[in-house]
C-alpha cells in the first residue's frame, strides 16, 4: 500500500475573506486562522472491481446540480446513456476507467448516439479533482491523477472533500 501524499483536511474559507484577501496571498489574519473551520476529509474509497453485468455510468456534476438530480444505492434506474467524455478518464491517473455517461445535454454537447441502460444501482463514487492554474495563464485546469472517490448513498449529502466535485460514478447491476 502506497501514502498518498493528498492533504487529509480541507479548510472553508467564507467567500468575504476571499474577496477581501484574494489580492494579498501571503496574508494571513491570526484571528481568521484560528477562527477557520477545518474538515476532515475521509480517504479515498476502495473500488472494488466490475462483477458480472455491473457497469459503471459517469454523471456530471453541473448537469446533477442543474437538473436537480438525485438517485441512491439500491433504487432501480432507466436512464439513457452515451460513450463518456474520455477527458474523465485523466482525472483518475488511469486507476479508473469510465466508458458510459448520462449525459442529459447531448443534443447541445454533441454527446453521440443514446442507448438505453436499465437496473439497480449497486454503488456510488462522489468524484473531486483539484484545480492549478492552466499552462497558458487563461485559468484554473484539473490536475491530472488527482481525482479523489468516496462512496456515497445519495447523490446529497455532499461527503467533505478535496478540491472540488466535478461528477459521480454510478455503478448499476444491469437488469
Not at 58 to 66: N, P, R
Amino acid at each position: 500500500m502506497f501514502s498518498d501524499p493528498r492533504p487529509t483536511e480541507h479548510v472553508v474559507v467564507p467567500a468575504g475573506a476571499r474577496a477581501v484577501f484574494a489580492g494579498a496571498p501571503s496574508f494571513v489574519d491570526p484571528a481568521a486562522e484560528r477562527q477557520r473551520p477545518r474538515v476532515v476529509v475521509p480517504p479515498e474509497s476502495v473500488i472494488p472491481p466490475l462483477a458480472n453485468g455491473e457497469r459503471d455510468v459517469w454523471l456530471i456534476e453541473w448537469q446533477v446540480v442543474e437538473d436537480a438530480f438525485d438517485v441512491s444505492v439500491d433504487e432501480h434506474v432507466e436512464w439513457d446513456i452515451v460513450d463518456a467524455d474520455p477527458s474523465h478518464g485523466v482525472h483518475f491517473g488511469g486507476r479508473r476507467t469510465v466508458s458510459e455517461e448520462r449525459n442529459t445535454y447531448l443534443e447541445d454537447l454533441g454527446a453521440g448516439v443514446e442507448r438505453p441502460i436499465a437496473g439497480t444501482v449497486a454503488r456510488i463514487d462522489q468524484v473531486s479533482v483539484r484545480y492549478a492554474p492552466s499552462a497558458n495563464g487563461s485559468g484554473q485546469e484539473p490536475i491530472p491523477g488527482s481525482a479523489m472517490q468516496h462512496a456515497a448513498r445519495a447523490l446529497a449529502p455532499r461527503i467533505p472533500h478535496e478540491g472540488t466535485i466535478i461528477g459521480w460514478v454510478v455503478r448499476i447491476r444491469v437488469d
